[in-house]
């Protein structure tokens, strides 16, 4: 009997152990597989739109490249809407008309958010300067350098066409009016806007896709790099080509960048560059590079500029900013760097 007992025993340990060790494999395999498995791969498109050079570099296990073109068609659908010298878009038709213009949801919305962001910023950025940048030349500074400053009357004269209180929303029957023959340029925040809709066109076709869009240095993330690291983001030296002067890591939100070194041109030794002030009328002085980081685009954008126009102030936009939604990084015109205290959580200088 006791034989028997022991045989019965043996049976069942030999079965317990074979059960320890087929989970042991079980959760091996599980550990592996997840320990090994490779990082997903990236697709990167670049093309021309928005008037600048863009970059998208996406990962979807729903397809990264038909996902990229997505992206990039949204760009190009944002740029020739609100191209103000595109005779088609919704800009040029608000320019040309002295009456109430209809226009859609999205037109409007854009617009309410313009309008909001200058009040916010006491007009430094101003969205109604189209007048003031085609007596400059800036709007077509692509096809063509400008060569001449303006005289003080003319930009006096350019100014009294631009401010906000000379742009009217109609929000019953969603619709605009341009006062004393104001006009449209949203250079200052139609590019953010796009950036926030390729994420939003991204996030529709697969919420889980990582990457990032870049137009012209401002840059939208989709996502963590492999789902969990920074993407990390150079910011240019205004004054020494390709250097560095600090990194940012980013796994969510957007930077934008607005400087004095890409669209200028120079008479006398003097720059003339394309961020003009609405007050004075000339080129904004006492910053040569703003980058702000936001949780979205459009704020990004509007506060860069309006940053860089306000640079002279840089104690009021580094520490002001904030409360709007943007951390500043601003390099002023004797070279130093100014930076709102959260910078650190997102910076680490070279």
Known sequence: MRQKDSKNLLKLDRRILLAAVSLVSVVLIIFLTSFL????SYYELTGFTLGTYCRIVVSSKKGSKVLAQVIFNELDRIYK?????????????????NDWVDIDEETFVLLDAAVRLSKLTNGAFDPTLGELIRLWGFDKIAETIPS????????????????????????????????????????????????DRAYQVAKEVDKDCTGFVEAG??????????????????????????????????????????????????????????????????????????????????????????????????????????????????????????????????????
């Open 81 to 97: 809407k609100f191209n103000p010298n595109d005779p088609a878009s919704v800009i040029s038709r608000i320019n040309a008309s």
């Open 37 to 40: 498995k490779s990082p997903p």
């Open 217 to 350: 240095g401002d840059i939208r993330i989709l996502g963590p790099k492999f789902g969990s690291r920074p993407w990390v983001i150079g910011v240019r030296n205004p004054r020494q080509g390709d250097a560095v002067i600090a990194y940012l890591y980013l796994t969510s939100g957007a930077v934008a960048t607005s400087g004095d070194y890409e669209r200028y041109f120079e008479i006398g030794g003097v720059r003339y560059h394309h961020i003009l002030d609405p007050r004075t009328g000339f080129p904004a002085r006492g910053a040569i590079s703003v980058t702000v980081v936001a949780d979205n685009a459009v704020t990004a954008d509007a506060l860069s500029t309006a940053g860089f126009v306000m640079g002279t102030e840089w104690e009021y936009v580094v520490l002001e900013f904030p409360k709007f939604g943007g951390n500043v990084l601003m390099v002023t015109e004797d070279g130093s760097i100014r930076r709102s205290p959260a910078m650190a959580v997102y910076e680490q200088t070279r």
């Open 148 to 195: 001449r400053v303006p005289s003080p009357k003319e930009i006096e004269e350019a100014l009294k066409h631009a401010g906000t209180d000379k742009l009217e929303l109609d929000f019953q029957r969603r619709r605009v009016r341009l006062l004393n023959g104001a006009k449209l340029d949203l250079g200052g925040i139609a590019k953010g806007y796009a950036l």
